[in-house]
Each structure stands twice: as structure tokens, then as C-alpha cells.
């Protein structure tokens, strides 16, 4: 296995990761800033996986300055010993060929390889190398173990995951459970805690939200929401989660949340009113289609797979707006994480969607 | 206060952290002109293509030449493509051209906007949004006066319940005190203050809206941000280009009224207004025109001792020979219009007694360069006598454009037995740290009136106040007490504006 792992970069000493760094960036060109906005460390057990951080990291270090840092345990190695390799690397883009829309971004990567016993102190190694004062986020792809270690979160600023990727949520919902009690009472206004929570299955829903918020932009529209009566989801058979997490937003929107006997088959508004609620699965976009429907008036988003538009569509007899489109940005994983470290990464809204749907995933 | 149906959608609750635009027309009169094809066309595009502008948002070129809306649209997309920040995205833009429409009328005649209030109406009433109209003047300012008594006279400036109609108006406002009064007053005639949005686009530039933030989202800055610590400040505008296709505006203006007026004294305010007590558009308005009512008037034979003007002959800029101002086409060949310009400012408050702000703008100047420079107080020449005389002082410079950021000069020790004692230069770009291109000053405008929020408008006070501190120095030229100066295009400009910083014991700064 050992022969198969070679990362990108120069391989160094670990004790000497700081002052190589430093001598990689000495000599460069007056136009060669190296700046930082934050740190952005990963970890994974699962070697196969180095090359898909290290594309994953090379595309977001395009576009943002960071200090990036993979971290990957192999506790059942015959040796316990930390290797090291490291790159520093400017990005030049010239966006129409003009001077001032010329971009560099210059950042830096570390690789770890943790072995055997040293696994059990890979925080503490990984949080000696980070850009001092810059704030770090935590990337973790794949599931949550079933503890998570409790002194991490003193230095995590974010945490981003993705639920669309778990293959048991509900244990990692469980393993993340109290950092999103914490993160709640935090929202609720009880005490202000470190560690921010950021799902990129979240994410990756913003542009349906934005484009499913604008259907409601005029007064006839609005005046539809009290008596909404169906809600029908379609989405992509590994998305059901997103197509819950987007259910459960627009519930929060409208006041409602799950019937608590309904299995996810209708929704319940705090006067007791009853919506009902379909989910279809159907291959293509995570959405394909969201449809909201009133008494008298219609309103629906349809994404086509491939196209990268939405198409929206509302209609009743008080509202005349033609159809039309909303933009739709990329979903590919680099794209999501760009856009969610672009954020700042306070989600009150999916705390308070979380908070309603948990207890139904 | 209108009901916004944008911010009563509860969807809209939460996505994010400004307010949206409201549905609405904008009406751009002045349609075939540059500003439309260059800037608000493709604004108005690319605030479509990233989602943030609402559906029912309707964009209606008037003017005079004979045009259907097909053909406008084919226009527009040309210039949107030509013009854009971005790719043009074939359905995006579809989406975008099917609101925006052509209206043939002449400013002049009444009956245009008769017909025109029909035509928004119908538009209006068949998509079922109410008449929320926004009326872009991107004419020639002669026009402003009867554009302004037309939308009166036909009831297009009417508030009905939660309707409304916003005016923004291009500069130049006036061309002196007097005239900026009596277009104020004009315009107020038929709009409020409140639904008027005056553009100065600089300050919808990243930078210029980063200063604030540098100084009072950072302890250490503002601490220090006072006479007791700041020596002097220095705000250069500084152009390659020259007059462009401008000669007959610039003319009459000059680098006074042009850049001075409007954009200088802003950055003036920006650097020097207390902190409002919160970010609402009038306590940041308020606070900025304290500015301006505390700088020291330049008049009479001061002018001559605070001030430099003077016009570019012919040179090399940037290696390619240009002409003189005066053979510039367009210009009278015995024109005395300054092309540049040097000014002392004294604020005259606590905060700031005592310390110079020098400001110079000119045109065909070496090199592009806007920015604000902090220039600190140097530390008593106690510890490091030997070295004492080179010391040089911390400067804290806000670069506007190009190439925006902050840079920060400190002094270090050179590494070896000896103290010696260098400059260094923290230097933060925002091209290098933040990957997405900044939109474009007009975009952030736009979406500012349609959510209307005036913070980054100035207000009437603002515009006459300036104007008064400004007429100041320009009665005094006209009166030939400051004389005109020349300098060869591509140097930084007359000797005089050196000796001008020089009696303060500095010099300019090398952009």
C-alpha cells in the first residue's frame, strides 16, 4: 500500500514543514502575493481517497487563498511515524485579457500521512501547522464516527460535511447530535460557541431555495400561503435526504412541520390544518420538481437534468406573471465547497430546519 | 414607508443578508447613450444571470430615435456581450431581453410621457404588479430640468399607497452652488428626498465602501485615527487617459467640478466623518456632511497658497505621443479649463486640527492610480538617532482602483550587527486573497435602488455643501488669482504641486 501512496509535493521532514514552506515562497516575484484567509484541513482514514481531496483541494485553492492541509490515518500500519510532503502554488487567471481583472491567487498544501499509533494524535499535529489567527475549517466527507473527539470543537470555527454522502444518517446525525443541541441553543440565544455547522447538502440547495423563494415575490402570491394544501418533491434517488431537507424548509417557511404519524406524508400547520406530502423518486437532478399548491393557485420549480436553468411557474387566476427562469449554479462537490466557504458559514436556517426534522430522518 | 413585497416573502426570510429589489420598471431616459450600453445594460444582466433580480423587474429604454423593442433588444445584447463581466448565457439573457422593451418619446414633448404612463401601465397591469417605477436620468443634465417638470406634469411623480417612483440622477448635479440648488430644488419639486438617489458610482466600488469597514471594524485603526497620530492625508485620482469623447462636458467642467467635487471629497468624508452611531443611509449621510461643514473655506488670495491648476501639452504617455489639452478635439484652442489640479484641505474639528489633506487629480498623468494614503506621525527621534533621519513614517494606504487593497509601511531592522532601519510594506490585494471578481459599481447601485437604500447616494446637503466649498476656489480662478499652469502630458504634474505638499514638509507619494 505504502508504494502506492505518493502525494503531490515535495516530501520533507515533518519537524521542517514550516521553514520549507517559508523557503518555497523566498525569491518569488514582487507580483507573487502569498495571502491566506483561512485554513482548511481534512481528514479521512480512506487512502483511496487522497487524489480525490488533492483535486478537491487544488480546485478550491484556485479561487481562494487558503492554507490546505489533508490529513489521512492509517492506523493499521506496521509503523508509527508522520510523513509530511508540501507544495505552495499560484493560480493565474485572466478573466477577458485585461490587466485588472488579472488574478493570482498563491497558497500552500500539506500532506500527512499518520501511521500506526500517531493516528490518535493527529489534532494535535495538524493544529500546530495551521496559519496562525486565521480561521479553521474542518472538511469531513464521509461519515461521522460514533464519538467524535469533544476537544476538537475548541478550535474548529466550521465544520463542513455532507449528508448527501453518508451512508447511515442517522448515525452521523446521532454523533453530530451535540454540537447541533450546542449550535441551537447558540441561535436561540443562550451562549455563543465556536464551532459553526455547515452541510454542503445545504448548500447545494441554495439556488432552489433562491429560485423557489423569487415565486413568491408579489402580494397575489403571498396571499396564497395560508391555504396551501399539497406539496409534491421529486428528487434523485441518493438525494431523499436534500428532498427532506427542502421540505423541511419550506415548512419552516410556512409555519407547518411533519405530522408526527405521517412518515413524511404530510405536513401539519400550528392550527392543525393537514398538507399533504410527496416525494418521487425520479433519476436526474437532486430536484427535478418542487410543486406548491393552494386552493387556487399553483406555483412550481422544475430543474432538467443537465440544463442550467430552473424553469419557474406560477399560476392562478390573481397572478399573471409569466413563466421564466432563474440561473443555476454548478453541484459538483469543488463548486459547493467554493460557494460555502464564500459564506462565513452561519446557517441559522438549517439549524432551525434540522431542529424540525431530525427526529423524522 | 411602502410595503416591499420582496420583504414581506417569507421565503425570502434568511437566504441572505441584504434586501432584496423590488419588482419595478426602470425607465432609462437617455436609452441610446454610452452609460446604457456600457454600464446599465449589462449591470442589469448580470444581476439577472446571478439571481438577484426578481422576476417583474422590467427594464424600458426611452428615447428619441425611431426603433422597435426587437431592435433595442438586438442592441443591447451586443453591447451586453461587447460590455459584460461575464459570458452572456444565451437563455439568461433571453429571459433578461423578454423585460426589457423600447419606448420611442422625446423628452420635450409632453404627450411622450402620457404615452408613456400607458405603456408602463398595460406592462404593469399584465404581469399584475403594481406601478413601482424607477426613472433613470442618463441624459445630458440639460435635459434633467424638462425630463423633471414632464414627470410632474403627467403625474408619473404620483405616490398611490404602496406605489412608488424613484428618480436617480447622474452627475454632474449643478455645475456650482446656484445651479445644484435650483436642480435640487427642482427635483424636489417632484420627488422627495427620500425617493431620490443621486450616483456617484466610485462609491459603489468595493474599496470605497472597504473604508469605512477598515476604520471601524478594526480597533487598531481607529484608535489612532486622529490628529494626535495622523500627520497628513493624501487622496490622488490620478488618469493615463485624457478627455475621451468628453470634450465638450469637460470643457466647461474641468478636473474641479469633474473630480473634486463629487468623488475627492467623498473619499474626504469616507476617511475623515466620526462614526455614525449606526448604518442606516442617514447617519452615514449625517456624519459625512459634518465633513464637509467643518472644511476651512479657500477663498480669495488663499486660493492662491491651498490650490494648483493646470492643463496637459502635448508628451508621451505610457511611450505613445498624445496631443496638448488644446489640440484635443472638440476643445477651443485658447482654452484655460484645468486638466489637473493640487488642493490643501483643513478640516476644522477635534478630530482632525491640524493635519493637512492634500488631494491632486489630473489627467494624462503616468499611470491609473485612485488611493488614499494615511500618512502617521513619525516616532520622536530618541532610540535610533544614527538611523533617525531615515526613518520613515507608517503609511496606510487604501488603493481604490486599479488593483484594490490595502498596503500597511512599518519599519523593521535590517538583519546584521548594525541597527539599521528599513521600510516594509504589508500588502493586502484583493485579487489575492478573494478569488471572485468584484461586480461592477454599477451593479451594486442598481440593486441599492430598487431595494432603496440610499447609503451610497449622496444627499442633497452633501451635493450643496461641497459645491459651496468648491465655487470657493473656482470664483477665484475666474478671477484669475490662481494662475493656469501647464505640464507635459505624462509627468505628474506642475512643479507649483510639489511646492504646494512641500511647505508642509512631505512630498507626493510615488503611485
Known amino acids: 500500500m505504502q508504494e502506492l501512496f505518493s502525494p503531490p509535493g515535495i516530501q520533507v521532514e515533518p519537524s521542517q514543514i514550516e521553514i520549507s514552506l517559508n523557503r518555497m515562497w523566498e525569491g518569488e516575484g514582487e507580483n507573487r502575493a502569498k495571502a491566506c484567509l483561512l485554513n482548511l484541513v481534512a481528514f479521512t482514514e480512506n487512502l483511496d481517497l487522497l487524489d480525490k481531496y488533492v483535486n478537491l483541494f487544488n480546485k478550491v485553492q484556485t479561487e481562494f487563498a487558503c492554507r490546505a492541509i489533508l490529513a489521512i490515518a492509517q492506523r493499521n500500519s506496521q509503523q508509527d511515524q508522520i510523513r509530511a510532503w508540501i507544495s505552495a502554488n499560484c493560480h493565474i487567471e485572466n478573466n477577458f485579457g485585461s490587466e485588472e481583472a488579472h488574478r493570482q491567487i498563491c497558497s500552500e498544501q ?22 496562525s489567527d486565521l480561521p479553521l475549517v474542518l472538511l469531513w466527507l ?81 396571499a396564497e400561503i395560508p391555504s396551501f394544501r399539497y406539496l409534491e418533491i421529486h428528487h434523485s434517488p441518493q438525494h431523499s435526504l436534500a428532498a427532506k431537507l427542502f421540505a423541511g424548509w419550506i415548512a419552516l417557511r410556512i409555519q407547518c412541520q411533519p405530522h408526527p404519524d405521517s412518515n413524511w406524508k404530510a405536513l401539519v400547520t400550528r392550527s392543525g390544518r393537514e398538507l399533504q406530502l410527496v416525494f418521487v423518486e425520479k433519476d436526474g437532478p437532486i430536484l427535478s420538481s418542487c410543486e406548491l399548491v393552494s386552493e387556487s393557485a399553483s406555483f412550481r420549480l422544475t430543474k432538467k437534468d443537465k440544463d442550467g436553468h ?48 431530525r427526529n423524522f430522518i | 414607508m411602502f410595503n416591499n413585497p420582496t420583504s414581506t416573502n417569507p421565503f425570502r426570510v434568511g437566504l441572505g443578508s441584504r434586501t432584496v429589489p423590488e419588482p419595478c420598471s426602470i425607465v432609462i431616459f437617455g436609452a441610446s447613450g454610452d452609460l446604457t450600453r456600457r454600464k446599465l445594460i449589462p449591470a442589469l444582466y448580470n444581476l439577472s444571470a446571478s439571481g438577484n433580480l426578481p422576476p417583474g423587474v422590467r427594464v424600458i429604454g426611452f428615447a428619441r430615435r425611431d426603433k422597435t423593442t426587437e431592435q433595442f433588444r438586438s442592441e443591447m445584447e451586443e453591447a451586453t456581450r461587447t460590455f459584460s463581466r461575464r459570458s452572456v448565457d444565451d437563455k439568461l439573457w433571453a429571459n433578461f431581453a423578454s423585460n426589457v422593451y423600447y419606448f420611442r418619446g422625446d423628452f420635450h414633448i409632453r404627450q411622450s410621457y402620457i404615452d408613456l404612463d400607458r405603456y408602463l401601465s398595460e406592462l404593469e397591469t399584465s404581469q399584475g404588479f403594481p406601478p413601482r417605477r424607477l426613472f ?29 417612483p424613484r428618480i436617480v440622477l447622474e452627475k454632474p448635479f449643478g455645475n456650482d452652488l446656484a445651479s445644484a440648488r435650483k436642480l435640487n430644488e427642482l427635483v424636489l419639486e417632484v420627488f422627495r428626498e427620500s425617493q431620490t438617489f443621486r450616483i456617484d458610482h466610485y462609491l459603489g466600488k468595493e474599496t470605497a465602501q472597504n473604508i469605512l469597514v477598515l476604520r471601524f471594524a478594526n ?39 469633474d473630480m473634486v467635487q463629487n468623488h475627492l471629497l467623498q473619499f474626504v468624508c469616507l476617511t475623515a466623518m466620526e462614526p455614525p452611531s449606526d448604518l442606516s443611509p442617514d447617519s452615514i449621510r449625517d456624519e459625512k456632511v459634518k465633513v464637509l461643514r467643518a472644511l476651512r473655506p479657500i477663498v480669495g488670495n488663499d486660493v492662491a497658497l491651498y490650490t494648483v491648476r493646470a492643463q496637459y501639452t502635448a508628451g508621451r504617455v505610457e511611450g505613445q505621443p498624445v496631443f496638448g489639452y488644446r489640440q484635443e478635439t472638440g476643445i477651443p484652442t485658447d482654452s484655460s479649463t484645468e486638466t489637473y489640479t493640487a488642493l490643501r484641505l483643513d478640516i476644522d474639528n477635534w478630530r482632525w486640527s491640524g493635519v493637512p489633506f492634500f488631494l491632486r487629480t489630473g489627467k494624462r498623468l503616468p499611470k491609473n492610480a485612485t488611493e488614499i494614503a494615511i500618512h502617521f506621525k513619525a516616532v520622536p527621534p530618541v532610540l535610533f538617532r544614527s538611523s533617525a533621519l531615515d526613518l520613515e513614517e507608517n503609511v496606510l494606504v487604501i488603493r481604490i482602483q486599479p488593483d484594490e487593497g ?23 490585494h484583493y485579487r489575492t486573497s478573494f478569488g471572485s471578481v468584484s461586480p461592477d459599481a454599477y451593479e451594486r447601485l442598481l440593486l441599492d435602488v430598487m431595494a432603496n437604500d440610499s447609503t451610497l447616494f449622496a444627499r442633497r446637503d452633501e451635493v450643496e455643501e461641497a459645491w459651496r466649498f468648491v465655487d470657493g476656489i473656482r470664483n477665484a480662478w475666474d478671477q484669475g488669482i490662481c494662475k493656469l499652469l501647464f505640464y507635459s502630458a505624462g509627468s505628474w504634474g506642475p512643479e507649483e ?15
Not at chain 1, 427562469?325 to 441559522?348: I, K, N, S, T, W
Open chain 1, 110 to 131: 500539506i500532506i500527512l500521512h499518520f501511521e500506526g499509533e500517531t493516528v490518535d494524535g493527529w489534532e494535535n499535529f495538524v493544529f500546530a501547522h495551521l496559519d
Open chain 1, 142 to 222: 464521509e461519515d461521522f464516527p460514533h464519538e467524535l473527539n469533544p476537544n476538537l470543537w475548541r478550535y474548529v470555527d466550521r465544520l463542513v460535511f455532507d449528508s448527501s454522502k453518508w451512508t447511515q444518517p442517522g448515525a452521523s446525525f446521532f454523533s453530530l447530535g451535540p454540537i447541533i443541541n450546542s449550535r441551537l441553543q447558540d441561535l436561540y440565544g443562550c451562549m455563543r460557541r465556536r464551532t459553526h455547522l455547515c452541510d454542503l447538502n445545504w448548500t447545494r440547495l441554495l439556488p432552489y431555495r433562491f429560485a423557489f423563494a423569487s415565486l413568491f415575490d408579489s402580494e397575489a402570491a403571498q
Open chain 1, 310 to 357: 430552473f424553469e419557474l411557474c406560477a399560476k392562478g387566476s390573481e397572478i399573471l406573471i409569466p413563466d421564466y427562469v432563474q440561473p443555476f449554479f454548478p453541484e459538483e462537490d469543488e463548486e459547493v465547497l467554493l460557494r460555502e466557504l464564500a459564506r462565513r458559514g452561519y446557517h441559522p436556517l438549517y439549524l432551525q430546519t434540522m431542529d424540525l426534522i
Open chain 2, 136 to 164: 433613470y436620468l442618463s441624459a445630458s443634465p440639460d435635459e434633467f430640468p424638462c425630463i423633471l417638470n414632464n414627470l410632474r406634469e403627467t403625474g408619473l411623480n404620483k405616490i398611490h399607497e404602496s406605489n412608488w
Open chain 2, 219 to 257: 480597533k487598531i485603526f481607529e484608535s489612532v485615527w486622529n490628529a494626535n497620530y495622523i500627520d497628513h492625508v493624501q487622496i490622488s485620482a490620478c488618469e493615463s487617459l485624457g478627455i475621451g469623447g468628453r470634450a465638450g462636458y469637460y470643457d466647461k467642467a474641468g478636473a474641479l467640478r
Open chain 2, 406 to 428: 490595502a498596503s500597511l509601511r512599518i519599519a523593521v531592522k535590517r538583519p546584521g550587527p548594525t541597527v539599521t532601519i528599513e521600510p516594509v510594506k504589508m500588502d493586502f
Open chain 2, 497 to 511: 504641486a510639489d511646492r504646494l505638499i512641500a511647505k508642509h514638509g512631505t512630498f507626493w507619494r510615488r503611485l
